[in-house]
């Protein structure tokens, strides 16, 4: 416990915070308000992840509420999500066309795989996404395969994917791209029906745009 007096432009529970958690913390913070989601699979994402989660999670989910985000603490996953509560987040996201059209068809991809194989990662390339877009909404223009590199460059500031060049490697659709279990949280369809209706409305009109349930960076 510190004897600090407490700091009004910080939270209540700032003071109970030992000095030696409090940049740690405000590192956790930083994450979950400007890129919505923080990794802890390795390194010092590791040591946030297991900080918020067995001593913090209470304290960072009464920071957040205010807001209108929700923590989500996933262990199976080793990851933390400020998920915004849609009928009070102010912080909602707008994605562009070609970036929402893309979250669909990787959100398929990810049920696709998490219902057929006993598996926790989900990749695919990218000339696989490339098709799947394709079939998905053969109506739809493909945005230009030199485009995609922008278009997943905001899904990884967001972490809802990650993606990876192997060795030897020369050609963009040979990258591959790791679906983030945060991906299906930002569309949270209940059922493959809720996304193949959603999917049907951009397949009818090119000119609607989705809100993406994830927060905006700051």
């Known amino acids: 416990m510190s004897d600090t007096p407490r700091d009004p432009h910080w939270p209540r529970f700032w003071a109970d915070v030992p000095e030696e958690d409090r940049a740690p913390l405000r ?5 979950l308000l400007g890129r919505g989601t923080l ?3 390795d390194g010092v994402g590791r040591d946030l992840y297991l900080l918020a989660r067995d001593h913090y999670r209470e304290h960072l989910a009464d920071y957040l509420s205010p807001l209108g985000l929700e923590l989500v603490v996933d262990d199976d996953f080793s990851l933390l999500q400020a998920r915004p509560r849609p009928e009070s987040c102010l912080l909602l996201g707008q994605f562009t066309k070609d970036e929402t059209l893309l979250i669909l068809v990787l959100w398929r ?3 696709d795989v998490r219902n057929s194989q006993a598996t926790q990662s989900v990749i695919i390339t990218v000339d696989e996404l490339w098709t799947r877009f394709r ?3 053969d109506k739809i223009e493909a945005p230009e395969k030199t485009h995609l590199d922008q278009l997943l460059a905001r899904l990884k500031r ?3 994917i990650r993606t990876n060049r192997p060795e030897g490697a ?9 679906i983030l279990p945060s991906l299906p949280r930002a569309i949270p369809f209940d059922n493959i029906e809720e996304w193949l209706a959603r999917a049907g409305l951009y397949q009818a009109s090119t000119v609607l745009s ?8 700051v």
């Open 109 to 111: 991809a990810w049920d």
């Open 170 to 178: 020369t050609q963009l659709g040979e990258i591959l791209i790791e």
């Open 27 to 31: 590192e956790i913070l930083a994450d």
């Open 210 to 217: 989705l809100e993406v349930e994830a927060t905006e960076q």
């Open 135 to 137: 079939s998905t909404f």
């Open 158 to 160: 967001h972490r809802l």
């Open 39 to 41: 990794l802890g699979t």
